[in-house]
């Protein structure tokens, strides 16, 4: 069976017994709760217990999923938000009491909203482009996808010719060919995870 895009996947979902449209919807989206999860100053030991918890929120609450009111990744968003926020607040009240926790550990102050929103907004963006950087490294070989990843670390052709040994010419054509892969691939990335048409995403 066929899935194109996170909205597909989402309405399987809502079929306890569709269990390929869970599997799908795990894989696309676990690894990136848990990525951000990581990132926001969350203790280790509780990380994993948070991204499983954002998870089952999530998909317990397919069912008052509405695509015609945003994107499934403003959702995310706001479900890791406010998980995440809660998980600062209960750290907090928990030994806010103890004095002698305070001094033996500093309790990391809980992130704003905007800051939450902002950290999701540009962690997906960074995710969707490592997915497609890591799509095209299984596609293609040679000069173009080293190019490419050198370009987007602000690596100058003269230092890219020095690495490769390219003529100038063909380093500016592996740039604008690879770029226009990417693109490519980050919208069909869009598409699919995102629930956007090709012409949407940007």
Do not use: C
């Amino acid at each position: 069976m066929s899935y194109t895009t996170s909205h597909t996947i989402l309405q399987r979902a809502l079929s306890l017994e569709d269990d390929e449209a869970w599997k799908i919807l795990h894989e696309r989206y676990s690894k990136f709760i848990y990525y951000v999860v990581s990132s926001m100053g969350i203790d280790h030991s509780d990380q994993e217990d948070i991204t499983q918890l954002i998870f089952f929120k999530l998909t317990s609450k397919l069912s008052l999923y509405n695509k015609e009111r945003g994107l499934f990744r403003t959702w995310l968003k706001q479900v890791v938000r406010n998980t995440v926020l809660n998980y600062f607040k209960q750290k907090q009240s928990k030994h806010r009491t103890s004095l002698a926790y305070q001094h033996k550990h500093e309790l990391n102050a809980p992130p704003s909203i905007d800051h939450i929103d902002d950290w999701v907004e540009n962690e997906w963006k960074d995710y969707i482009l490592n997915l497609a950087l890591h799509r095209l490294d299984a596609r293609t070989n040679g000069n173009g996808i080293k190019v490419l990843r050198m370009n987007l670390q602000g690596i100058s052709v003269s230092e890219m010719k020095k690495r490769t040994g390219l003529a100038t010419n063909t380093l500016y054509t592996l740039k604008k060919r690879y770029k226009k892969l990417l693109i490519h691939e980050v919208r069909s990335l869009q598409a699919e995870l995102e629930g956007r048409s090709n012409s949407d995403a940007t």
